[in-house]
């Protein structure tokens, strides 16, 4: 038995996630008493693979295929689940990212698997499997039973965090036979998003609302966000009035994130909005009005006009690096 652990690469980079995932794999592996098998897909350097060996990753597949260095989830998860059945895995961990989110529900069908996205944290039974996950708009907790033999689970970011167990890697080649059926998508051009932080991946995110009052004074969340090295976001109502794009909108029915650090500057905090921004590890109002819905679930808040406090706080931010 076993726990495969996806370990996707970033144009041959792993990232914090990535580790975060290992981690995590690592001590449910151990918990059930199995080996843990880290599974990577397309070409990537041997070094990078074996820096998987900090958090505990002792033995590595690589399919180290250029066919694959572009995801698709039908080929995907394809492999991942012939790599679970040749290792006899009972759980798959995922991350709880786009890619996560297109090929688990693809290998769960494919093993007959029960899933469960967006794990909060370890199982809190492991017999039965027991995980526990946000519910109702992140305004509570389930706990969720998986019965069948094998399992899938994506975890949700900053759950579990990163634990260092360094052990020397042994990384082995697997080649499996994918039907060529499955390579449907061509991707014929790649836009590379430079010089700005992706919002997903942001560990710092300063979003800002109605509150700036004018998407002409946007100047003051960008300097902040550009000395704290930080993604830009904003709520629905300043993306729908197109003062930003709609890629930057977080909510419900925008994007949800979980940054170590959220700075909502001039943001009331709507039901909608703190539904896709309340797995932040660390939240910190700005706003005129102290009655705001949003310093409910802020742990740090400020009361005062977001036009005056941005600035203060970029140059005592620069002061301090400098």
Not at 189 to 202: F, H, R, Y
Not at 209 to 226: F, T
Not at 291 to 306: K, L, S
């Amino acid at each position: 038995m076993s726990v495969i652990a996806f370990a996707k690469n970033w144009n041959g980079k792993f990232k914090g996630s990535t580790y975060e995932l290992v981690s995590y794999s690592k001590k449910l592996a151990s918990d059930l008493s199995v080996g843990l098998v880290v599974v990577s897909i397309g070409e990537i350097a041997e070094e990078e693979l074996k820096s998987l060996g900090k958090y505990g990753a002792d033995r590595i597949i690589s399919v180290n295929d250029p066919k694959m260095n572009i995801l698709t989830s039908r080929v995907y998860a394809d492999v991942l689940t012939k790599i679970s059945e040749k290792e006899n895995a009972s759980v798959v961990v995922l991350n709880d990212n786009n890619s996560g989110k297109a090929i688990a529900p693809r290998i769960s069908v494919k093993m007959k698997a029960g899933m469960v996205a967006a794990v909060q944290e370890l199982p809190v039974s492991l017999d039965p499997f027991i995980v526990k996950k946000r519910v109702f708009s992140g305004k509570a907790f389930g706990h969720v039973q998986i019965d069948s033999p094998q399992k899938v689970i994506t975890i949700a970011k900053n759950c579990f965090g990163l634990v260092e167990i360094p052990v020397e890697s042994v990384v082995e080649e697997y080649i499996p036979e994918v039907d060529t059926a499955l390579f449907k998508v061509q991707v014929l051009e790649e836009e590379e998003q430079k010089n700005k932080v992706i919002l997903s991946d942001a560990d710092i995110v300063i979003s800002a609302g109605r509150g700036m009052r004018s998407p002409d004074n946007w100047g003051p969340v960008e300097d902040l966000a550009e000395v704290l090295n930080a993604a830009t976001a904003c709520s629905r109502p300043v993306s729908d009035e197109g003062w930003r794009g709609h890629e930057e909108h977080v909510g419900q029915t925008g994007k949800v994130i979980a940054p170590n650090l959220y700075i909502a500057a001039g943001i009331s905090g709507a039901i909608q909005h703190v539904a896709g921004i309340s797995r932040s590890k660390c939240i910190v109002a700005i706003n005129t009005d102290p009655e705001a819905p949003i310093f409910g679930v802020a742990d740090y808040g400020i009361i005062g006009d977001a036009m005056e406090i941005l600035p203060r706080l970029t140059e005592a931010f620069r002061n301090s690096k400098s």
